[in-house]
């Protein structure tokens, strides 16, 4: 038998035979597509022209001077349309879903930024949308709920389990298996079974071959390190793909490290978990001995996730990329941090790849580059970073 | 090497019965009660059990046995290794074909080849892995074979294409299931029986049997009338959800009109 959709050992295929099909369907038609002249010309255009790329890389001066180390410079992909760098996977698959000819598109959502995107790109090309929400996010993130339901999707709310992110993915699955033949499962992260990984790392890394073109544009040469969050880990695929073979190019991917990765409070997969088989994947996941899925904490409900894509496990497996965890704390002052020193609030997300540069620009040379990838902006979390600080917005 | 569950279908077949394969949900009540129940069921016509292991994020499951489980690991800590052991204990009470239904990442972080040498020992003659589909099979088969231990293989309504190279591989009996969705009891289905089931009569090899959504005697006697047995999960679990401790003469009263529905078939 053929292994397909390996990343080395990881990746792959573990999902129950109901849904084999389907998968091997998506499989197809993604292979298709992904070589159709006309389906990527499509897809461009709506990245130009709905999701309002190309995304800025923003020289970011003031925090190069206040730092002292590298030259910063900060890919803006919070200034999509949705405001994430969500809205690019969502245009892809939602594209894929009407060419399948399927009517209705069914998500997972962590923070609500997929969601959101699934939502518009549904809206946009008038499919139907259900939005798989663990009930603890729908609390955290009250807002993107709100705009999901404008947008015209259905947000059900997840009571199994943690009531998070992998509770959703649980749900959107069991929902796919009863819906097989009318619905699209649209997943929000490099993760599930293959196609998965390959086509959301395909739709996203236009992030890092925009933002090489950026570069060499505006200094000539290729960074130095290049850093983003991850959750699931799509904002970092689609930064990372295109720079993997440029070695001189250091790789940082930021894991959620909630209370601290030493605590029983985080979500820093690569840093703390073990290999197992979950989410249709061979990969790395956070679980006890039993191999029961862990509980996560993390301030940030988009990287709150057990898991990581399988492409990602292999990039460190092999050392091209490094993984280090940040903490709430450090992520919240890094995202006033940001928001103080350029003006930009960051995703709380996003805030944890800021936070880890923090930590990397200083201890680089003046004539180095690093590229931040700023994966989403911080509206949706004002809130709770309030909250956080004991402020009460009475809101 | 022989396995109990090829004995247990010539047997069948000589007494011109069919399999009636229950599902228990491990640790739903403590192991003490999923002991004293496998025990009940086989006294009360089951033929076949499958031990559920108890998993955080059973995908597959509707929500009966995704509580049960959840009982299990949150009220009595199930563990894999108390399984085992209750298994070792069950072996020295009964020689029915016992099998483990279970998630692929409990077999794979327990080590597959400690799992499958466990399960020898223990006398576990098969395992059903519901996130395990056949182009992924080679993850555990080669420990599997070298144990003895059969990994059952899944069809459902939604292979189409799928059939023949599945069943053409199957070992001990093929596991149907008879609508797409996931475990639970059902009022109808909308399923084409009659296709689903001659287009696996052409292609498999060993007996097979149909399970999801058979609740009661009269589901199974409509639907075992299409193959060699009928698998009822969710209604156990639920019996032995709502009644616990003193589950197991409702356990015994619906074994018992499962085995009446299922020998009318």
């Not at chain 1, 197809?28 to 990527?40: G, H, I, N, Q």
């Not at chain 1, 245009?91 to 959101?116: D, P, Y």
């Not at chain 2, 070792?88 to 597959?112: C, H, V, W």
């Amino acid at each position: 038998m053929s292994k397909i959709g390996r990343f080395g050992d990881f990746g792959g295929q573990y999902v129950p035979e109901t849904v084999m099909n389907a998968v091997s369907e998506l499989q197809e038609a993604y292979e298709k597509y992904s070589k159709d002249p006309e389906f990527l010309k499509e897809l461009q255009d709506l990245y130009h022209n709905y999701a309002f790329r190309p995304s800025l890389l923003y020289y970011a001066d003031k925090m190069t001077k206040d730092l002292g180390g590298a030259k910063i410079y900060i890919k803006r992909e919070d200034l999509n349309h949705t405001g994430s760098h969500k809205i690019n996977n969502a245009l892809g698959q939602v594209l894929l879903a009407k060419k399948m000819g399927k009517k209705r598109v069914i998500a997972e959502t962590g923070a609500g930024q997929h969601g959101v995107a699934t939502a518009t790109v549904c809206a946009y090309f008038d499919m139907e949308c259900e939005v798989y929400m663990g009930r603890e996010d729908m609390e955290r993130q009250a807002l993107n709920v709100y705009r999901m339901e404008l947008l015209g999707a259905k947000v059900t709310g997840v009571d199994s389990g943690t009531a998070t992110l992998k509770d959703a993915i649980n749900e959107a699955m069991r929902d796919w298996a009863t819906n097989i033949a009318t619905t699209f499962y649209c997943i929000g992260s490099v993760m599930g079974p293959h196609p998965y990984p390959t086509m959301v790392r395909d739709f996203q890394k236009i992030i890092g071959e925009e933002a090489k073109q950026q570069i060499l544009e505006a200094e000539g040469r290729l960074p130095d390190c290049v850093v983003a969050c991850v959750g699931g880990g799509s904002n970092a695929m689609g930064i990372f793909y295109d720079f993997i073979p440029d070695t001189s190019v250091r790789l940082v991917g930021a894991e959620a490290g909630g209370k601290g990765a030493d605590t029983e409070f985080h979500a820093a997969t690569l840093t703390k978990g073990d290999l197992g088989i979950f989410h249709g994947m061979k990969s790395v996941f956070l679980q006890n001995d039993e191999g029961q899925i862990a509980p996560v904490f993390s301030i940030s409900a988009g990287l709150d996730y057990p898991g990581i894509g399988p492409e990602h496990a292999y990039l460190h497996q092999t050392g091209r990329a490094d993984y280090i965890s940040i903490t709430d704390e450090e992520a919240v002052q890094a995202f006033e941090y940001l928001s103080r020193t350029e003006g930009i609030i960051p995703a709380v997300e996003s805030a944890h790849a800021v936070a880890a540069a923090l930590k990397i620009a200083p201890t680089m040379q003046k004539d180095q580059i690093m590229i931040i990838n700023l994966s989403g902006r911080g509206d949706k979390d004002v809130q709770q970073i309030a909250r956080y600080r004991g402020v009460n917005l009475n809101v | 090497m022989s396995n109990r569950i090829d004995e247990k279908f010539k047997q069948l077949k000589a007494q011109n019965k069919k399999a009636l394969i229950t599902y228990i949900a491990a640790g739903d009540g403590g192991l003490d009660l999923t002991e004293k129940a496998v025990l009940e069921m086989e006294k009360n016509g089951a033929d076949i059990i499958e031990i559920g292991v108890p998993f955080s994020d059973p995908i597959a499951e509707g929500k009966v046995i995704q509580e049960a489980s959840l009982r299990s690991l949150r009220d009595h800590h199930t563990t894999l290794k108390a399984v085992f052991a209750m298994v070792e204990k069950l072996r020295k009470q009964t020689d029915m074909p016992l099998l483990l239904m279970l998630y692929a990442n409990t077999i794979f972080r327990s080590g597959t080849d400690a799992f499958f040498d466990k399960c020898r020992e223990v006398g576990i003659d098969g395992v059903i892995v519901p996130d395990l589909p056949f182009e992924e099979h080679d993850e555990f088969q080669e420990a599997a074979e070298r144990n003895a231990v059969y990994n059952i293989s899944l069809v459902t309504p939604a292979s189409t294409g799928r059939i023949e190279k599945i069943a053409s591989a199957a070992q001990g009996f093929l596991y149907c299931v008879s609508s797409v969705g996931v475990t639970g009891m059902r009022d109808k289905f909308s399923t084409d029986f009659d296709a689903f089931f001659s287009e696996i009569a052409k292609y498999s090899k060993i007996p097979y049997c149909v399970g999801f959504g058979i609740r009661n005697g009269e589901a199974a006697q409509k639907m075992g009338s299409y193959c060699d047995g009928v698998i009822v999960g969710s209604a156990v679990v639920n019996q032995i959800g709502e009644y616990q401790q003193e589950a197991l003469p409702h356990v015994a009263a619906l074994c018992q009109e499962l085995r009446r529905g299922l020998d009318k078939a």
